[in-house]
């Protein structure tokens, strides 16, 4: 896990991003600066410092004469945070109708037709990298600098709990089917439709969760 770039806190912040989205740094652990910094050979200095950048954004926590802790996303988080990027990334889905190219769009089409084949494979991780492709494309499509810097900030949080919605029964197939309704706006140069197209996909990503939280604690009851 040895850092091979300069032992800056932006290369560290990095690294630990990393490692908390694929969940070798799972939510609620606690972060051993110690260890840590002898398994990515740097300083505690630096690591202070990325650690303090990642408490600014949300994915770690700091309680006072405890140290640093993987955050947690709440239900509560979750229920406050979809309503808010489904109207953000519905309007760059909005914008990006206005202004794809033909090139553009042909782009998209190559993406949804790699969605498409992780989906009927059912290879979810691979699925879910194309579909992050997909909306990190329609956001910079909508050229937008200040949608794209908050709905940055929010997906890193969405992000610790994103992929399990993929796991839901029929979810798979729903997303696929969601994203391809997204495209058919965007080929249409349908804003509005786009728009309330993506927002529907966002909603119901929210959804999928909601009903594995609730089989979780049924299972557990």
Not at 23 to 49: C, H, N, Q, W, Y
Not at 184 to 197: Q, S, T, V, Y
């Amino acid at each position: 896990m040895r850092l091979v770039h300069s032992s800056l806190h932006d290369d560290v912040a990095d690294r630990l991003r990393e490692l908390i989205f694929a969940g070798e740094l799972a939510p609620g652990s606690f972060l051993d600066e110690v260890k840590l910094a002898g398994e990515l050979a740097i300083s505690r200095t630096p690591l202070r410092e990325a650690l303090k950048v990642l408490t600014a954004e949300g994915l770690v926590r700091h309680e006072p004469r405890r140290g640093c802790f993987v955050a947690e996303v709440t239900e509560q988080d979750l229920d406050e945070i979809f309503p808010v990027i489904a109207l953000l990334e519905g309007r760059c889905a909005y914008e990006a109708a206005r202004n794809a190219s033909d090139t553009d769009l042909q782009a998209l089409e190559a993406l949804h037709d790699k969605l498409s084949r992780h989906a009927k494979a059912r290879r979810i991780n691979d699925y879910y990298a194309a579909n992050f492709a997909i909306h990190e494309a329609i956001i910079k499509l909508a050229a937008n600098h200040w949608l794209a810097q908050v709905i940055t900030g929010l997906r890193k949080i969405v992000k610790l709990a994103r992929l399990q919605q993929l796991h839901a029964p029929g979810r798979l197939e729903q997303s696929l089917s969601e994203h391809l309704a997204v495209f058919a706006a965007l080929k249409a140069r349908d804003p509005e439709g786009a728009e309330a197209a993506m927002r529907t996909h966002l909603t119901r990503q929210r959804g999928a969760l909601r009903e594995l939280a609730r089989n979780q604690r049924s299972r557990l009851a």
